[in-house]
């Protein structure tokens, strides 16, 4: 079922919490609402469950306007948080309680309810658990045992807020990994709500980066990583080197070459730690630098410059760092590959160029 | 940690009775345990009281009893004033407690989840029976369902006569009783997570489904604590009740005040055997309250959402 | 169109449960709290004032006070002694000494008062050699301060222990290392903590105490101007069909009870701006 979101604001007092949401989700797609805490993504979930009411705005599910629709008739399944299990019943009751509550006329009978329950509990591999209360579980069973009450009802929607986000990160990956697999077996739509970039970018078919109640951007996880629409989405997907004023270093390359005619006001280039390279030479626009620290994490080598002012983070591979062989305090130079450039006084829309190999 | 010590020690030296060595251990772990001061004279100071106020008194009350044996006390207390005093008192209490898990419900949740003017006010008056010393309370209430008072007035034509009936008993007892459930109630419906219901209504369920499901199975607990704190509190009261029972034996007359009337003819021996017997219940019923409390507190503990 | 949320009741089952609650509350608290002003005040302001004046009406609020006065600073040295020992300390038997604490929440105030016979009274184990020395304790006012003392006891004690549990001791022992007494500890880093749960308490027992009938009534032999408190004096005036008299005495009672209230919501309110505040400043910080 799609879902279609139009115009949808809501604010909690003075605090808008949402402005002006537009967004479309067609059927059978796994959407991630990203971004920071406070941005909106949770609000908006809610509101697509009907467990809030927006001031304005309307919700579609497959064409039909659902916005004053009872959660109870939207035939969504909500995973929360905190998974919300009941606690005073077991495990098979839990997954069994939508249907429990259905009409009389709709109601399975009671060997069909455990038929479909116990399949369910099989699906998330926890049916040897079925007489157990939530309270002697761990969290991953729990955080299943949530999801497959949910499915239980078979829902068109499946809306997950922050569904590993009090998970350990063992735990989180094992079942990130397993929601993508479940979500294409059962081929509906999904939207989940998280403030991991990570988990986004690797579950989601579609990321929709979220900040102070307003979309920022639509993209595949590629497209908001590689190439963001805002400082915003950079910065928040990521590392990122910042080089604010035109005095300093690249950005007065920047501005010599790009926008001299387009406007002097304030802009700010950006540039992934491992968009740098640097080198021994002085080379054509690489500017000098020392080197502060160099730490070996995992795969990659960290290395921090000091230039002019500032620190610079820079990400070389293992193979690289071997072949410079940099030491502490070693003057060196360095140079972009890749930047992008945003004009400030814009906030939203580049500035001027898209890729801008400068220097 | 110096237990962690003394198991090692103990483990090393399995047969080793070492004397030394365990008065070391208890001394570290009992060290380990105090390290404020002021619990000898604290704990002494609590023993003391307990014992002169509470223990020397009701031990007499044994002593005295013992005096009767087993048998005679139940002969007293199943004699056919007793026996009819103890229904009323124990009817009258349980109607009174019934009435106040219904309405304590209502006014808790009412307190809890809605808002209307003077909530505030409201919630501080549920408070009243406490503080209302409970002959003004009896004194009151026998006034308002007299024949000619407020309430009197219009209930006696209807053939409703509350004053100086057992159904007074009831009015009374409800009045006194009245804050125990909602009390209970408030903290418990405060602490379930709205999450919860809002599962059950994406889930599907109705409100009234919601409730008979998820949310009255969560206040259970409670609700039995506040109905047996209701009843055990009703079971003894005396001062509220005697003013508007009208006190006919065999009819409206309650326990306490049969005690009062043995002991006003002398009968002390009659009265000890009654005052044993609601004894024994009142330590039940503390029994069963300290239960269902524990049961509240630990029944599926760390269970559905709790952060780990 | 409104459309209700899903954690709400449809809007007339909450019309219905807001009549209910509230018909119940007036129809049990506000029309008795009513009638009893109305009632003292039947005959107009002027024989309410005089009924008040009357000697035995003044010896026996008088009584009253002096009972709770007495009363109140063992039941204060008692909660917070009990408290420290049972919060901040493991012992064996703790669960048994909470229950004896709870004991007299649940014993009739009838049988409270018929202990207290049986051990000083003329027949009692102590009665002999009692009225041997010529000490009175039942009938006079030891028994009555003994009688209040046993009803009143726990109040302060089962509002401090899980104050002071929740609290934990981790200010204590921290004081403690860096050198203080016990005494400084306790006037210093405790007292601070638990004040607004202690005058709490103090409300509460006293309202008890002061309100006492039953197990006062048993001990006092009802003797006019001398072992009559305020409560029993409700009651004899009320026996005696003086309407006015009764309830002018009652509404003294009742206006206690207010008193009561307005504190004990004050504290309250007080009590909660404070953890509230604490939660604030002493909160981990969020990552």
């Known amino acids: 079922m799609s879902i279609e979101i139009r115009h949808i604001g809501k604010r909690f007092g003075s605090f808008v919490a949402l402005d002006d949401i537009n967004l479309s989700i067609p059927t059978g797609e796994l959407v991630a609402l990203l971004g920071p805490s406070g941005c909106g993504k949770t609000t908006l979930l809610r509101i697509i469950a009907g467990m809030e009411t927006p001031d304005q705005g309307e919700i579609f599910f497959a064409g039909a306007e659902t916005t004053h629709l009872h959660a109870r008739e939207r035939q969504v399944g909500f995973v929360f948080q905190h998974y919300a299990l009941f606690r005073h019943m077991t495990v098979f009751e839990n997954v069994a309680f939508g249907l429990r509550v259905k009409p009389r006329a709709e109601r399975p009978a009671e060997a069909e309810i455990r038929r479909r329950v116990m399949a369910l509990l099989g699906l998330v591999q926890l049916d040897w658990l079925s007489d157990r209360y939530p309270s002697q579980l761990s969290g991953g069973q729990r955080q299943r045992i949530a999801l497959a009450r949910a499915l239980a009802v078979e829902p068109k929607v499946l809306l997950l807020d922050e569904p590993f986000g009090a998970l350990d990160t063992q735990v989180r990956k094992e079942l990130r990994r397993w929601l993508r697999r479940l979500h294409d077996d059962m081929h509906i739509s999904s939207v989940f709500v998280t403030h991991d970039q990570e988990e986004a970018l690797e579950v989601a078919d579609r990321v929709v980066v979220m900040n102070h109640g307003r979309i920022e951007q639509i993209g595949s996880p590629d497209e908001v990583y590689s190439n963001p629409a805002s400082p915003f989405v950079y910065q928040f997907l990521g590392n990122v080197n910042v080089f604010h004023s035109r005095q300093q270093g690249a950005y007065a390359e920047v501005e010599r070459g790009e926008s001299l005619e387009n406007s002097p006001g304030q802009a700010t280039a950006f540039v992934r730690p491992h968009d740098i390279e640097i080198t021994h030479q002085p080379a054509d626009g690489a500017l000098a630098a020392t080197i502060v620290h160099v730490h070996p994490i995992g795969p990659v080598v960290r290395v921090e410059l000091q230039h002019a002012s500032e620190i610079v983070e820079v990400e070389l591979s293992r193979e690289r760092h071997e072949a410079l062989q940099l030491t502490v305090g070693q003057p060196v130079w360095f140079r972009p590959r890749q930047m992008r450039v945003f004009d400030v006084s814009q906030p939203p829309r580049p500035a001027a160029e898209k890729q801008a190999f400068l220097f | 940690m110096r237990g962690k010590l003394c198991k090692k020690i103990n483990r090393k030296y399995p047969n080793h009775q070492n004397r030394f060595q365990i008065s070391l251990c208890n001394l570290m772990s009992i060290k380990s345990r105090r390290v404020l001061p002021g619990f000898g004279l604290a704990l002494g100071y609590t023993l003391a009281y307990l014992s002169l106020l509470i223990l020397l008194p009701l031990g007499g009350l044994i002593l005295k009893a013992s005096e009767l044996g087993f048998g005679q006390i139940l002969d007293i207390a199943l004699g056919e004033r007793s026996l009819a005093a103890f229904r009323v008192t124990f009817v009258a209490s349980f109607l009174a407690a019934g009435v106040n898990a219904l309405f304590g419900l209502i006014v808790a949740w009412m307190l809890v989840r809605y808002t209307f003017p003077g909530k505030r006010l409201v919630d501080a008056l549920v408070d009243l029976p406490f503080a209302l010393p409970t002959a003004v309370a009896g004194i009151t209430l026998a006034t308002l369902y007299a024949g000619n008072g407020w309430l009197g007035r219009y209930l006696e034509p209807l053939g409703f006569k509350v004053a100086y009936t057992p159904a007074g008993i009831v009015v009374a007892l409800t009045f006194i009783t009245l804050p125990f459930v909602v009390r209970t109630l408030q903290p418990v419906i405060e602490d379930i997570e709205t999450e919860v219901e809002e599962a059950a209504a994406s889930l599907g369920a109705s409100r009234f489904q919601t409730f008979g499901r998820i949310i009255f199975p969560a206040l259970l607990p409670a609700l039995l604590t506040g109905f047996t704190l209701a009843f055990a509190r009703a079971l003894g009261e005396f001062g509220s009740v005697i003013f508007i029972a009208g006190n006919l034996p065999l009819v409206s007359e309650i326990v306490p005040l049969l005690i009062i009337a043995k002991l006003e003819q002398y009968d002390v021996l009659g009265a000890t055997a009654l005052a044993v017997v609601m004894l024994a219940i009142s330590f039940g019923l503390l029994l069963t309250i300290n239960l269902l409390q524990w049961w509240t507190a630990n029944r599926h503990k760390n269970a559905g959402g709790g952060k780990p | ?287």
């Open chain 3, 1 to 287: 169109m409104k459309s209700t949320r899903a954690t709400e009741e449809p809007a007339w089952v909450r019309r219905a449960l807001l009549t209910a609650g509230l018909g119940f509350l007036f129809f049990f608290l506000v029309l008795p709290l009513a009638a009893v002003f109305t009632e003292a005040l039947a005959q107009g302001w002027g024989l309410y004032a005089a009924a008040l004046k009357e000697p035995e009406t003044l010896s026996a609020i008088g009584l009253t006070v002096l009972i709770a006065v007495v009363a109140l600073p063992f039941n204060i040295a008692f909660g917070v002694a009990a408290a420290w020992a049972v919060a901040k300390f493991d012992f064996k038997g703790k669960s048994l000494l909470l229950t004896l604490i709870d004991l007299p929440f649940a014993v009739s105030p009838v049988v409270a008062g018929l202990v207290f016979i049986l051990l000083f009274g003329a027949q009692g184990a102590f009665g002999p050699w009692l009225s041997a020395h010529e000490i009175k304790i039942i009938f006079a006012l030891p028994g009555m301060i003994l009688a209040t003392l046993f009803i009143s006891f726990p109040f302060i004690a089962r509002e401090l222990i899980p104050l002071m549990q929740a609290q934990g001791k981790e200010e204590e022992e921290a004081a403690v290392s860096l050198g203080a007494s016990g005494w400084q500890m306790f006037w210093r880093v405790t007292l601070p903590n638990i004040k607004w749960g202690l005058l709490y308490g103090v409300i509460l027992a006293n309202a008890r105490a002061m309100g006492e009938f039953g197990a006062v009534s048993v001990v006092s032999g009802h003797i006019r101007g001398e072992t009559n408190t305020l409560p029993l004096h409700v009651e004899i005036l009320y026996n005696e069909y003086n309407a006015v008299g009764a309830f002018a005495a009652a509404s003294v009672l009742a206006l206690l009870a207010l008193v009561t209230l307005a504190a004990k919501t004050i504290v309250e309110w007080r009590m909660k701006k404070e953890t509230a505040m604490l939660a604030a400043t002493l909160a981990p910080e969020k990552t």
